[in-house]
């Protein structure tokens, strides 16, 4: 079965750090594109960060600019989302995806796949 188990979400106050962490099962992540997405109560998912698979290219939206940071670790078929300097409009579930292909207009949802349950990140005092 093709999916990611999510790790690394919970409860935050502002100013804090969360590492999430998605492993790849049944594909190897190496193949793909990776973007990591968000989707708080009542809004559209959206693309936060993107690795691109040819040349490691990272790509984020304006919102998390110098606060997030995506990797990957091939080796352990995981991706990874550093977040730092929270803030509570950063709360919502997070997912993460894979793509075999690139396209400028990455953070859009369409030819994703693999997304998994998510995980929520939540940022409050």
């Known amino acids: 079965q093709f999916q990611f188990v999510y790790s690394g979400g919970g409860l935050v106050q502002p100013g804090g750090s969360l590492r999430l962490s998605c492993v790849a099962s049944g594909f190897n992540l190496a193949d793909y594109t990776i973007g990591w997405f968000r989707q708080a109560p009542g809004a559209e998912r959206v693309g936060v960060a993107c690795?691109?698979?040819?040349?490691?290219?990272?790509y984020y939206t304006d919102a998390v600019k110098g606060r997030f940071t995506i990797s990957r670790d091939n080796a352990k078929n995981t991706a990874y989302l550093q977040m730092n300097s929270l803030k509570p409009e950063d709360t919502a579930v997070y997912y993460c995806?894979?793509?075999?292909?690139?396209?400028?207009?990455?953070?859009?949802?369409?030819?994703?796949?693999?997304w998994g349950q998510g995980t929520q990140v939540s940022v409050s005092s």
């Open positions: 995806a894979a793509r075999p292909d690139w396209v400028s207009d990455w953070s859009k949802v369409v030819g994703y796949y693999y």
């Open positions: 690795k691109r698979r040819s040349d490691g290219s990272t």
